[in-house]
């Protein structure tokens, strides 16, 4: 990424299925979900929103972050804040169940 932006998040979630960074195996991986409801980076998000999608969070001193992807559509959501406090999945999944 070039930036910390929501762009450049979107952008970077997009690449790999779109053929870009990772090979055809490598998503495979990413996004074969197991017992736990991860893959190899990424999670369900199907379970706590019913929409099939998949996504990445992260945190760091202050700051919290969630993007999520639905592969079928390439529809792609993004939330950043600056407050660790926040919990950025639960308003990503209220969006997803309204999808």
Do not use: C
Request: no cysteine; charged share 15%; glycine share 14%.
């Amino acid at each position: 990424m070039r930036d910390g932006s929501a762009s450049s998040h979107a952008t970077f979630l997009t690449a790999p299925f779109a053929g870009k960074v990772v090979s055809t195996e490598a998503l495979s991986q990413m996004t074969t979900i197991g017992p736990s409801g991860n893959g190899l980076g990424l999670f369900d998000i199907r379970a706590a929103t019913g929409f099939k999608g998949l996504g990445h969070n992260g945190f760091v001193g202050g700051y919290t972050s969630i993007m999520d992807i639905d592969p079928e559509s390439g529809d792609v959501l993004v939330v950043l804040t600056n407050n660790d406090e926040l919990r950025p999945e639960a308003f990503t999944w209220l969006l997803a169940l309204r999808w």
